[in-house]
Nanobody, 122 residues
Framework: QVQLVESGGGLAQPGGSLRLSCLAS????????MAWYSQAPGKERELVAQ??????????SSFGRFTISRDVAEDGAKSAVNLDMRNLKPEDTALYLC?????????????WGQGTQVTVTE
């Protein structure tokens, strides 16, 4: 199993920055792609950014403003996926959720964190 815990959300002004972190623990060797999604009230969950073995992919809205990165502990027991958010806009306001896709014997499993709220307002 895999556990995901997000942190770092909060209130920011337009043009400001935030750093979100997702601490993953559990069966790390059975985790492939990790990603951040956003879900605004009344809207569907959307992919913000993902990282797979160092290769990153961004949505059109996050490209050029957000950076996703992944750190792995030396013993491999834990991993952190970070999302550096810059030049924030009011439309970035949403619940941000960390996602991990299972591989090997966890193939086909999806793991989600509880989410961290980002609010961008004057």
């Amino acid at each position: 199993q895999v556990q995901l815990v997000e942190s770092g959300g909060g209130l920011a002004q337009p043009g400001g920055s935030l750093r979100l972190s997702c601490l993953a623990s559990g069966s790390m060797s059975h985790i492939g792609t990790m990603a951040w999604y956003s879900q605004a009230p009344g809207k569907e969950r959307e992919l913000v950014a993902q990282i797979t073995e160092g290769v990153t992919r961004y949505s059109d809205s996050s490209f050029g403003r957000f950076t996703i990165s992944r750190d792995v502990a030396e013993d491999g027991a834990k991993s952190a996926v970070n999302l550096d958010m810059r030049n924030l806009k009011p439309e970035d306001t949403a619940l941000y959720l960390c996602h991990a896709a299972g591989i090997k014997w966890l193939r086909g499993r999806d793991f989600w964190g509880q989410g961290t709220q980002v609010t961008v307002t004057e």
